[in-house]
């Protein structure tokens, strides 16, 4: 079955203390996103990588970093949390092109941070 | 910049009774638009897309939209509510090969 899989469904840290999240996809898509989710802000895109060893910046980096290493996984790494960062995230992937492969989504990651 | 608005935070109807979510979009170039959909504990599922063509698309689960470029808008709509569709939707305008803006949702509560 096609799917993006994520770990851990939830997670309850405290600050400072470094977390990863993994994110893993069986479609071969070069594509791979993560996103927030925030009560009324909708989702908004953390980083984002095109394909193996090829990362960028989305609209909130700040906070975070990732790394994609094999085309199947892209962690999201919180080297020092704090209680902002508590919230919904999801990983997302597509081929290379949206038209072609809209992005397919995990099932969410909830995050809280104290 | 490229933007996309969901007037509507929360919208409660009947089971039965029909349903319309409004989107409004903001882009210089012709869009790609989508509808998601996230039912609760779920990631978000693609309900349907525009890309060029017909301005009214079929989506899954019955539901339908239209795309206006006159009003910048692209509504979801779907002629009976089934209890099952209660959710958040998410309307999403894409940029570039693949980013994607998302709007901040519309939280459905269906009535029985």
């Known amino acids: 079955e096609a799917q993006v899989t994520q770990n851990p469904r939830y997670l309850i840290t405290v600050t400072g203390k470094k977390l990863t999240v993994t994110c893993s996809q069986n479609?071969?898509?070069?594509?791979m996103s993560w996103y927030r989710q925030d009560p009324g802000l909708g989702l908004r895109q953390i980083y984002y990588?095109?394909?193996?060893?090829?990362?960028d910046k989305g609209d909130v980096p700040e906070g975070y970093k990732v790394s994609r290493k094999e085309k199947r996984n892209f962690p999201l790494i919180l080297e020092s949390p704090s209680p902002n960062q508590t919230s919904l995230y999801f990983c997302?992937?597509?081929?290379?092109?949206?038209?072609?492969?809209?992005?397919?989504f995990g099932n969410g990651t909830r995050l809280t941070v104290t | 910049a490229q933007s996309v608005t969901q007037p509507d935070i929360h919208i409660t109807v009947s089971e039965g009774a029909s349903l319309e979510l409004r989107c409004n979009y903001s882009?210089?170039?012709?869009?790609?638009l989508f509808w998601y959909v996230q039912s609760p504990g779920q990631g978000l599922q693609l309900l349907l897309k525009?890309?060029?063509?017909?301005?009214l698309v079929q989506g899954i689960k019955g539901f339908e939209a239209e795309f206006k470029r006159s009003q910048s808008s692209f509504n979801l709509r779907k002629p009976s509510v089934h209890w099952s569709d209660a959710a958040e939707y998410f309307c999403?305008?894409?940029?570039?090969?693949?980013?994607?803006?998302f709007g901040a949702g519309t939280r459905l509560t269906v009535k029985p």
């Open positions: 997302a992937s597509s081929s290379t092109r949206i038209q072609d492969s809209p992005l397919h």
């Open positions: 479609m071969n898509h070069e594509y």
């Open positions: 990588s095109m394909n193996v060893e090829v990362t």
């Open positions: 882009y210089g170039a012709t869009p790609y």
């Open positions: 525009y890309f060029s063509g017909d301005t």
């Open positions: 999403a305008v894409g940029v570039g090969d693949n980013d994607m803006r």
